[in-house]
């Protein structure tokens, strides 16, 4: 059997890095794809390189044009601009809208049959907007920042509690930005309800801190993260490619499902596998939580309406 494509629109930090975790996991032959000539060459050569010590035999490949998205199983886009210091998500939309239409537009054509993850922030509108211009079941186009905002929630729950962060489960919900929504009852450790191992303030100040985690980071490094952001998305493309059932949180298109109308995408947990969003798990929520993700949703529906004014 032929190995699976897997094509990376975007080669810059975040597709860098996934270039060479996808390598490093054998999911397939890797394309990137980039409009700043020599970067998706180089960078595939220098993952190329590292095949021996890797014990691998995937191709990685770097190109500056859209034709090469042939035949891909799954595209990750991460075309675009990240955040500087000062910017919120919302602040890049202006930009990123054309390039994701342009991206669009390409896999629209060349590659039909892809199951699309999108990247590129503010992440709700954006994956929005890339259902809307290819016109792919809902199913398979798909927004990543659940798995990652749920891992950080985990990573800061571990920390406060001295424990190892693979032992926490974690879930965030709402639109990629500062009003996403940390469930307090679903956190587990080791199986053990967080509630009978944290109060409710000390997790009221991690669900703060996991909310602006995507700016402390930027506030470091004077420009967004990417090793976590790429990990995280890898986990999907796994989950689609090896017909996981993962139970992931994901921007996934709602129509109707927690209440939501109109097509809005928004995080909220699925099961991902080769069907790419099987299924919408509709947790149970408390009336407090229900409030807080009812003023994200709000706000991703701000988003998507202005991308409503630019894409018909
Ligand atoms: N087609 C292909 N690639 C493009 C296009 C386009 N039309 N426009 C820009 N790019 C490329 C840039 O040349 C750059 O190499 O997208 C790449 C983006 O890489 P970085 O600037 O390093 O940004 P990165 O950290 O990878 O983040 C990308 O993901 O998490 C989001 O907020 C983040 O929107 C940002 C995106």
Known sequence: MARKKIALVGAGNIGGTMALVLAQKQLGDVMLIDIAEGVPQGKALDVMESRLPMNIAAVIAGS???DDLAGSDVVIVTAGVPRKPGQTRNDLIGINLPIIKQVGEAIKTKAPNA???VVTNPLDAMVYAMQKITGFA???VVGMAGVLDSSRLACFVAMELGVSADDVQATVLGGHGPDMVSLYNSVSVGGIPLPQLMDKETFAKISKRTADAGTEIVQLLKTSAFYSPAI?????????LLDKKSVL??????????GVKGGLY?????????GGVEKIIEIEMTEEEKAAFAKSVASVKEQCDFVDTQIK
């Open 64 to 66: 500056n044009s859209y």
């Open 115 to 117: 199951f699309v993850i």
């Open 138 to 140: 809902k199913e398979k």
């Open 232 to 240: 995280c998305s890898v986990r999907m493309a796994e989950a689609y």
């Open 249 to 258: 949180t994901c921007a996934a298109k709602l129509d109707g499902e927690f």
């Open 266 to 274: 928004c995080g909220v947990p699925v099961v991902m596998g080769a």
